[in-house]
Structure formats: structure tokens, C-alpha cells
């Protein structure tokens, strides 16, 4: 419960950081090109450093490197607020600053996916990542559009409470006991890529982790919401917020429903079929003029979106060794930080080019035609009947 608590307060800290830095740097630049920039810079590190990451999470304690992640956040946040209020918030600053943030991702995510199959029983895991899941959409709903209304009264107000929710979560993340084993192999290329060796081998955790990557990459949004929010659906901050907050008000209500009625069969099939609904959702979201319609659109994704989520951690965690975890959740990781961050990248570039509307309307497109590739790239997923 208290590790729960902590990704809660991390999460929520998280999202009302991102909210208000993407603000402040459309504030500043007014060029989607620069959003763009922001996730990119936030991947980079994240990929140069998640495999090793990996191996460390396998030989040392992970809640420990877990609260290290979150004190770092906080030192960034602390940042921001006597940057914003000695006015050196410049855009160069907020590019840094994302690169820092992709650093702590990097430690923070492999961590914090292998310490929860250790905290509760293996029949009970894909419960237990449901009711996390759960929780930590819960803080993505409350974080943004918290954030969007702390942004009213400044962008100070909005780091200072991020700073005060990281420095929790590191404290309540120190205090978490588990019964830690220490992988004994030492650290070159060989172990430090045996995540990668282990699910290129299984084609049922490549095909799901791949297809998260390529359908968020190419149908995620999220970069160009201050786009929309502004210039499209005519609002300020606090609509930002509930933009950035509707996709996870969907998974919420996905993941209450996973907890309640679990996948139990047909496996790919479903995970496919999730995948091509998000597609379709942000087809929507891009013809979109209207507040509340985006809306809708937005918490259909996010509730496709967690099925996806659900099911492929469920499979890493069950198909994957403990003394094997860290590392193959530093694949997974980097599959996520692709399709998140550099999704926001190609978003922000594409939209650059070709206008925001038709940069996410082509983007929905291609998640559909993916999802219907990954039926004959992947069969082995696709036929998938039960988790184990």
C-alpha cells in the first residue's frame, strides 16, 4: 500500500510538472515545433540509459532506486520555481530540464515495473496491476487538471506543489520492505542485453510490446494539446488540464472493469481490437472543433489504451524470471518512452509540417493499420487465448 501511495503521489507530481512546462514553453515559443522538442529530449537519455538501468535494478534494492528517481524530480521541480521566479525560464532551460526528467525515467520505470510482482502474489498480479493502474489514472486525472488550475495563479504554484507530492512519494518509497535477491552476474553487454535477447526470443512479448510502441507513436496526441486547447477548441490552462486529464478518466473506468471482470480469453485478439479503437478515437479527436467531444474522444483512447497496458505488463511480468525483471522491464520501458516521448516528437514535427489536424488525424490511421499488421506479423499474439 505504501509503495502505492508513492507512484500515486509520483504520478500525480509528474503530470501536473508536464502540464505546466508544456504550457509555459508554448507560453514562451508558441511553436509546436518546440513541444515536439520536449518529449524528444526527454527519450534520448531515457534510451541511452534503460538497459543499464535495467541490469541495476536487478542487483539493487528497487525501492531505493525508486525514491532516488523521485528526490531527482523534485530537485527539477525546485528548479522551476526559482527559475520562474527569477525569470530565467527560458526555453533552452525547459529542453535541460527534460533531459533530466528522461534520465530519472530511465532508473524510475524498469524499478518500479519488477518491485510489484514481488509485493503480491502471482494469481493476484493481474489484479494487482489493474488496482494500480487504477490508482495511478487516477492521479494522471487529478494531476493535469489540478495542474490546469494551479496554472491560473502561476506556474510557480504548480512546481512548488509537484515539489512538495515528489519529495513524498521519495519518503513513503523508503519506507516499502521486500525480501531482496540480488542478481549475481556481473555487469557487461552480455547481461546488460539479455532483456533484450529474452523477449526478441518470445514473439508473444515482442508483438505486444512493439505494438504499444508503434500505435502510441504514431496516434498520440498529447504533445499538441496546447495546440488544441488554444488555437483549436478556444480555452485556457484549466482546459488543458482536463484534455491532459481525459484520457486517463477512460482508463480509469477501463481499469475498474478489468478489475472486475479480468481478461480471461481471447487475449490478442481483444489487445488488437483496443488498439484499433484508440486509432479510431483520435481520428475523431483530430476532426474535432468541439470541447466536449474532444473530450469523449480523448477517454475513449485512454480506455483502450489501458487494456493494452494491463494486458501487456500481465504477460511481461507472468512470462519473465524475477532475476530476469528489472532488465526486461528495461525493454518494455524503452518501448514506452518511444511511444510517449518520441510520439510527442513526431506529433510536434508532423504538426509543424502538415498542421495539427491532419498530424493527428494521419496518425489515428496509421494505429488502425498497425493494429492490422500485428494479425500477420504476430500471429502467435493474435492467436493468444488465456494470460498463462
Same mark, same amino acid.
Given at each position: 500500500?505504501?509503495?502505492?501511495?508513492?507512484?500515486?503521489?509520483?504520478?500525480?507530481?509528474?503530470?501536473?510538472?508536464?502540464?505546466?512546462?508544456?504550457?509555459?514553453?508554448?507560453?514562451?515559443?508558441?511553436?509546436?515545433?518546440?513541444? @515536439?522538442?520536449? %518529449?524528444?529530449?526527454?527519450?534520448?537519455?531515457?534510451?541511452?540509459?534503460?538497459? #543499464?538501468?535495467?541490469?541495476?535494478?536487478?542487483?539493487?534494492?528497487?525501492?531505493?532506486? $525508486?525514491?532516488?528517481?523521485?528526490?531527482?524530480?523534485?530537485?527539477?521541480?525546485?528548479?522551476?520555481?526559482? !527559475?520562474?521566479? @527569477?525569470?530565467?525560464?527560458?526555453?533552452?532551460?525547459?529542453? !535541460?530540464? *527534460?533531459?533530466?526528467?528522461?534520465?530519472?525515467?530511465?532508473?524510475?520505470?524498469?524499478? +518500479?515495473?519488477?518491485?510489484?510482482?514481488?509485493?503480491?502474489?502471482?494469481?493476484?498480479?493481474?489484479? !494487482?496491476?489493474?488496482?494500480?493502474? *487504477? /490508482?495511478?489514472?487516477?492521479?494522471?486525472?487529478? /494531476?493535469?487538471?489540478?495542474?490546469?488550475?494551479?496554472?491560473?495563479?502561476?506556474?510557480?504554484?504548480?512546481?512548488?506543489?509537484?515539489?512538495?507530492? &515528489?519529495?513524498?512519494?521519495?519518503?513513503?518509497?523508503?519506507?516499502?520492505?521486500?525480501?531482496? +535477491?540480488? =542478481?549475481?552476474? !556481473?555487469?557487461?553487454?552480455?547481461?546488460?542485453?539479455?532483456?533484450?535477447?529474452?523477449?526478441? +526470443?518470445?514473439?508473444?512479448?515482442?508483438?505486444?510490446?512493439?505494438?504499444?510502441? $508503434?500505435?502510441?507513436?504514431?496516434?498520440?496526441?498529447?504533445?499538441?494539446?496546447?495546440?488544441?486547447?488554444?488555437?483549436?477548441?478556444?480555452? /485556457? #490552462?484549466?482546459?488543458? %488540464?482536463?484534455?491532459?486529464?481525459? #484520457?486517463?478518466?477512460?482508463?480509469?473506468?477501463? =481499469?475498474?472493469?478489468?478489475?472486475?471482470?479480468?481478461?480471461?480469453?481471447?487475449?490478442?485478439?481483444?489487445?488488437? @481490437?483496443?488498439?484499433?479503437? &484508440?486509432?479510431?478515437?483520435?481520428?475523431?479527436?483530430?476532426?474535432? *472543433?468541439? &470541447?466536449?467531444?474532444?473530450?469523449?474522444?480523448?477517454?475513449?483512447?485512454?480506455?483502450?489504451?489501458?487494456?493494452?497496458?494491463?494486458?501487456?505488463?500481465?504477460?511481461? +511480468?507472468?512470462?519473465?524470471p524475477d532475476a530476469m525483471r528489472g532488465r526486461v522491464s528495461a525493454v518494455n520501458s524503452i518501448f514506452i518512452g518511444a511511444s510517449n516521448q518520441l510520439g510527442e516528437f513526431e506529433s510536434g514535427a508532423t504538426a509543424a509540417?502538415?498542421?495539427?489536424?491532419?498530424?493527428?488525424?494521419a496518425g489515428g490511421v496509421g494505429t488502425v493499420l498497425v493494429a492490422a499488421a500485428w494479425l500477420r506479423l504476430f500471429p502467435t499474439l493474435a492467436r493468444r487465448d488465456r494470460m498463462v
Amino acid at each position: 500500500m505504501r509503495f502505492w501511495l508513492a507512484r500515486l503521489a509520483g504520478v500525480m507530481a509528474n503530470q501536473m510538472l508536464m502540464v505546466a512546462l508544456a504550457w509555459h514553453m508554448y507560453d514562451i515559443t508558441g511553436s509546436a515545433w518546440d513541444l @515536439g522538442l520536449v %518529449g524528444l529530449f526527454q527519450f534520448v537519455p531515457a534510451l541511452l540509459m534503460t538497459l #543499464p538501468a535495467g541490469h541495476l535494478a536487478d542487483r539493487l534494492h528497487r525501492g531505493r532506486i $525508486f525514491a532516488a528517481c523521485m528526490l531527482l524530480q523534485a530537485g527539477v521541480a525546485l528548479l522551476l520555481v526559482l !527559475a520562474t521566479r @527569477g525569470g530565467f525560464a527560458t526555453r533552452e532551460l525547459i529542453l !535541460a530540464i *527534460s533531459v533530466v526528467l528522461g534520465m530519472a525515467r530511465a532508473f524510475q520505470m524498469p524499478a +518500479q515495473q519488477a518491485l510489484t510482482p514481488l509485493l503480491v502474489p502471482q494469481d493476484l498480479l493481474q489484479g !494487482a496491476i489493474a488496482l494500480s493502474s *487504477s /490508482g495511478m489514472q487516477a492521479a494522471v486525472i487529478c /494531476g493535469p487538471a489540478l495542474g490546469g488550475v494551479l496554472y491560473v495563479a502561476g506556474a510557480t504554484t504548480v512546481y512548488a506543489s509537484s515539489l512538495l507530492l &515528489f519529495l513524498l512519494a521519495g519518503g513513503l518509497t523508503l519506507v516499502v520492505r521486500y525480501r531482496h +535477491q540480488a =542478481s549475481t552476474l !556481473a555487469a557487461n553487454w552480455g547481461t546488460v542485453l539479455a532483456g533484450v535477447a529474452f523477449v526478441w +526470443q518470445r514473439k508473444v512479448l515482442l508483438g505486444a510490446t512493439s505494438l504499444d510502441l $508503434f500505435a502510441v507513436l504514431l496516434g498520440g496526441a498529447t504533445a499538441l494539446l496546447p495546440i488544441y486547447a488554444r488555437d483549436i477548441l478556444h480555452t /485556457g #490552462p484549466e482546459g488543458l %488540464g482536463l484534455l491532459r486529464a481525459a #484520457p486517463a478518466a477512460g482508463a480509469l473506468l477501463m =481499469s475498474l472493469v478489468l478489475m472486475r471482470w479480468p481478461l480471461k480469453r481471447h487475449v490478442g485478439h481483444r489487445l488488437l @481490437g483496443a488498439v484499433a479503437v &484508440f486509432g479510431l478515437a483520435t481520428v475523431v479527436l483530430g476532426l474535432s *472543433s468541439h &470541447f466536449w467531444l474532444s473530450l469523449l474522444a480523448l477517454a475513449i483512447t485512454g480506455a483502450a489504451d489501458n487494456i493494452s497496458v494491463v494486458t501487456r505488463l500481465t504477460l511481461v +511480468q507472468l512470462e519473465t524470471p524475477d532475476a530476469m525483471r528489472g532488465r526486461v522491464s528495461a525493454v518494455n520501458s524503452i518501448f514506452i518512452g518511444a511511444s510517449n516521448q518520441l510520439g510527442e516528437f513526431e506529433s510536434g514535427a508532423t504538426a509543424a509540417w502538415m498542421g495539427p489536424v491532419l498530424s493527428v488525424v494521419a496518425g489515428g490511421v496509421g494505429t488502425v493499420l498497425v493494429a492490422a499488421a500485428w494479425l500477420r506479423l504476430f500471429p502467435t499474439l493474435a492467436r493468444r487465448d488465456r494470460m498463462v
